[in-house]
């Protein structure tokens, strides 16, 4: 492949200057109409480079088809999904993005804010890219490699497999969604229009790292209800809602049950929002771990804890509601493991050393997965994300399209 063309640099450049930030306090959909900015781009590019059936529906999902030109008519669909959207945690307005060509090993300090430096012992996976081209934002914004890396590997691979005709595919879907990051990327998605067999989201980080395995997930909103007074003739009477549930946050496990206090396998119980007033009060919660069934254990415990914690607080009562938000992937893919076998195959093929992972999290892919469409999740280079000192290499990407390239080749060989 060291005679391609790569496009992958020039057009993730251009798309992380488009601000395509998700709103987790939006109830449209997109959370943010700038995220359909991207989306018209990418179907005009789509277009021009003479796919089929490309389209940006009413919710900002862009679909593409590039046609089989295998004599194997029997080969799979195959389905290739990056998200648009960038994270809300950190700004993605005015992306500068910086190109720090033969990156030798030394502190790279943004230049926007002098204040972030990016260093090989903060981040170890740098030091392992030593020689590549580094691209990182300014130092008032995160990068959006995550996830415009995965849409700038799609849209080389589409160009490389136009360009190319000698390399043989079977018919392949490209999707492009919005708002996984604040996980409802896929609450509008019509299957009828993927109508793929199987798929991949690019999503992952290191080079090499291909994820079948994801956390399963639920939410948690507690309402708590307290008794309203006056607070000069409150005594005996009031109680504070704010109070019950500050009491209980601070009852919750120190060291251990957290993000903080968990890593690999391991499962936690996170607050991560806390709002209300003297009357009532919300406190929402994500609960994640990768055996399903831990889900209502830890949910159990949670509510037990509550009970505890109002028995000081006479008159005080709540209300738990559970929502399931997405399970893991590896429940589906374990039943179809040559998905990630050709995978692993493919990354040989291109000279990348394949390495498994699990997600302490979950992507487009875990509820992809359930939707009737196995799809793991493989590396873009994305490193540091939702953070100012987010970076990705140039050669990562590259990489990614030629492994792109060696899967949908074998892909084309089977029925």
């Given at each position: 492949m060291s005679n391609f063309v790569y496009s992958v640099e020039e057009r993730f450049l251009r798309y992380v200057q488009i601000d395509t930030t998700a709103d987790p306090n939006s109830s449209s959909f997109p959370s943010s109409s700038k995220q359909k900015d991207l989306g018209k781009l990418l179907k005009k590019e789509l277009g021009e480079l003479g796919l089929k059936d490309v389209e940006m529906d009413e919710w900002g999902y862009v679909y593409a088809t590039i046609p089989s030109n295998s004599s194997n008519l029997k080969s799979p669909v195959i389905c290739f999904c990056s998200h648009m959207d960038t994270a809300p945690d950190c700004s993605g307005t005015n992306v500068k993005p910086i190109v720090h060509r033969n990156y030798d090993g030394t502190e790279i300090v943004l230049p926007d804010d002098p204040t972030q430096i990016i260093t090989i012992h903060q981040h170890s996976y740098l030091k392992e890219k030593i020689g590549d081209d580094i691209i990182t934002a300014s130092g008032t914004t995160l990068l959006g490699a995550d996830d415009k890396a995965g849409v700038a590997i799609i849209m080389d691979l589409v160009t490389q497999l136009i360009k190319n005709p000698e390399i043989k595919h079977g018919e392949i879907r490209i999707l492009f969604t919005p708002d996984e990051e604040v996980g409802r990327g896929v609450e509008k998605l019509d299957m009828k229009k993927v109508n793929a067999d199987y798929g991949y989201t690019l999503d992952g980080g290191k080079l090499g790292d291909l994820e079948d395995e994801s956390f399963s997930?639920?939410?948690?909103?507690?309402?708590?209800?307290?008794?309203?007074?006056?607070?000069?003739?409150?005594?005996?009477?009031?109680?504070?809602?704010?109070?019950?549930?500050?009491?209980?946050?601070?009852?919750?496990?120190?060291?251990?049950?957290?993000?903080?206090?968990?890593?690999?396998?391991?499962?936690?119980?996170?607050?991560?929002?806390?709002?209300?007033?003297?009357?009532?009060?919300?406190?929402?919660?994500?609960?994640?771990?990768?055996?399903?069934?831990?889900?209502?254990?830890?949910?159990?415990?949670?509510?037990?804890?509550?009970?505890?914690?109002?028995?000081?607080?006479?008159?005080?009562?709540?209300?738990?509601?559970?929502?399931?938000?997405?399970?893991?992937?590896?429940?589906?893919?374990?039943?179809?493991?040559?998905?990630?076998?050709?995978?692993?195959?493919?990354?040989?093929?291109?000279?990348?050393?394949?390495?498994?992972?699990?997600?302490?999290?979950?992507?487009?892919?875990?509820?992809?997965?359930?939707?009737?469409?196995?799809?793991?999740?493989?590396?873009?280079?994305?490193?540091?994300?939702?953070?100012?000192?987010?970076?990705?290499?140039?050669?990562?990407?590259?990489?990614?399209?030629?492994?792109?390239?060696?899967?949908?080749?074998?892909?084309?060989?089977?029925?």
């Open positions: 997930a639920d939410g948690v909103k507690i309402t708590i209800h307290g008794i309203s007074a006056h607070p000069g003739y409150a005594k005996n009477k009031m109680v504070n809602a704010l109070k019950v549930g500050a009491a209980f946050i601070d009852a919750l496990p120190k060291g251990e049950w957290s993000p903080e206090t968990t890593e690999k396998r391991e499962g936690f119980v996170h607050p991560v929002s806390f709002n209300g007033g003297l009357e009532k009060a919300e406190i929402n919660f994500i609960i994640r771990d990768h055996q399903t069934s831990k889900l209502k254990d830890y949910e159990i415990k949670l509510e037990q804890l509550l009970k505890d914690v109002l028995q000081n607080f006479k008159g005080a009562h709540y209300e738990f509601e559970v929502s399931e938000q997405y399970r893991n992937m590896k429940e589906i893919i374990e039943k179809v493991p040559f998905v990630t076998e050709y995978a692993i195959e493919a990354m040989k093929n291109a000279g990348v050393s394949p390495k498994p992972a699990i997600i302490r999290g979950g992507t487009d892919g875990s509820k992809l997965s359930f939707m009737g469409m196995p799809c793991p999740n493989i590396f873009t280079g994305e490193m540091a994300i939702h953070s100012r000192h987010e970076f990705v290499s140039v050669q990562d990407m590259q990489k990614a399209v030629n492994t792109l390239i060696e899967l949908v080749q074998i892909w084309e060989k089977h029925k």
